[in-house]
Every structure is written in C-alpha cells, then in structure tokens.
C-alpha cells in the first residue's frame, strides 16, 4: 500500500480551534445551556415530561458543526496517495540556442532585437524541451535541458557583454557543448539555433555542424546583421536555415510547425499524488445535512 501524505499540512494547524470549540460546546452542555447543572435533575425531568422543556436527547446535536468543520480542514490539508501507474512520457525533440554573448553582438545596437526573437522562438516551441549555451572566447551552459520555458526566456534577457569573462569568439565550442547537450539528454532530434554576427564561423565550426546533423538536430543560424556566405555554409551543412533579425515570427514559426515530436515512454515511474480532499468534503455533507432537518412538532 503506498503511504499517504498531505500536499497542504498546514491547515492541520486548525484542527485545535476545532478541539477548542466542541470542548466549550460540552461544557455548555445541551440546549438548556447551564440549567441542566443548576436545576435539581427530578424536576428538570419532570418539566420534560410535561412538554414545558424542549431540547431532551439533543445533547450531542451541537457537535454536528464540528464534525463538519474538521472534515473540511482534513480536505483542505489534501491527503493523497501515491498513483504510479500513471504513463510518464518524454518529449525527445529539443531546441538549444547557441548565444554569441562577445561584447561585438552584446553590445551591438540590434542586441535587443535578438534577445527579443529569441524569446518569441522559446515562446513558441511548445511541449519541447530546451536549453541554452552562451559563448566568446569559451563556452557554458547557461540553461540546462528544461520544459520550463518560463526559465529559458528569463536566462536569455539577463544574458549580457559580461557573462562570458573569456575574450574571443569560438562558436564552434558552443556547437560542441550543445551536441554533447544532446548526447547527454538523449535527445533522437533537435533544432540548433547559433545566434550570431559571424565571428569565428569557419572549419571548426562546420565540422561541428556536420556532426550534429549526423546526431539527428539540424542548425540554423540567426545572424544579427545580416546573413554571410559562411552562414549560408554553416545551415546548408547543418541541414537548418539562415534567418535575419526581422524574420522574428518566421523563426518562431519554424520553431513551432517543423518541430519533430518524438515521444518515448520514462524507463523510469513518475510520481503522481492523488488529491482525496474532494472526497472528503463530499462526506463533509453529510452530517451537513443534518443541521437542516426539522424538528417535529
């Protein structure tokens, strides 16, 4: 049997309030209130009798509320239990970009303009995992593979001329990390996206390009003034496409409609919590049902 838990435990801090209450309740004793303490019993019991005390065998009808108050604080602190039969599954298809972060695109006038696109692409990749490496005279992940693309966008705005201490531009290191990005999530197909102004593309780095084709991703190069010969080389090898700064919703576009969705189901079992809260408010209603009955005349 899977051990139960409480997704909301606080709640439970309301459960004396509840104790208190029914202790003051017993206290105060039946409907007579403090009469049945200060009326001698034979008396009182033959006042019932006559039909002049009303209230005889309710004593515990005070304690209805209570029981229904500390259903709904038990629903509320949510008891679940584990469900791991639940079919977990991965998307396989990935998006990384690949960020020239040198000071001569991050301090370039149309920077802004690329983070903007940027954005829009990861806004528009769906159920598909992304990551992200920046680059100058080295190369780092600064987004690790994700489905949380809200992160994504934000790392991508923050990224700026200082990210990256080391001089240069080495794009095809940020080619390699993203590939061994890929190996490393097991990734079967992916969009490259290398946003650059074409510093330091050459035969490293279409070497690079050739073997993330070979792994299945294809490249595409976004470049910030302008597109060169050594980008068009640079996709044709990659098997992507070359975009400009004003092609913003074409990429996202792209990114969205060409992406290949390959699902497989985890090798291992995700863990589900189902949520019993609503069960027991429904049973909350019971003893709720019985604060509205009438009494008979």
Known sequence: MPDPTLLRPLWLLALPLVVLAAWLLSRRGAALGDWDRAVDPGLLEAMRALGRVEGAGRRGAGLLPLAVAALVVLALAGPALERRDRAAWRN???VIYVLDAS????????WPQLQTMGRFAISAMGSRPGGMVVYAGDA???????????????TLSVIDAETVPDPGSRPERGLSLARRML???RVLSADVVLMTDGGGLGAEALREAEALASGGARLSVVGLDGTTPEMESLAGVGGGRVWTTDQTDALAAYIRDAGRHVLERQDYPLLFLADYGRLLLALALLPALLLFRRAAR
């Open 183 to 185: 190996e490393e999530a």
């Open 140 to 154: 780092y992940v600064a987004t690790d593979m994700t489905a949380d693309l809200r992160e994504l966008g934000q």
């Open 103 to 110: 000071p001569s695109v991050a301090q370039s006038p149309r």
């Open 92 to 94: 396989l298809d990935g």
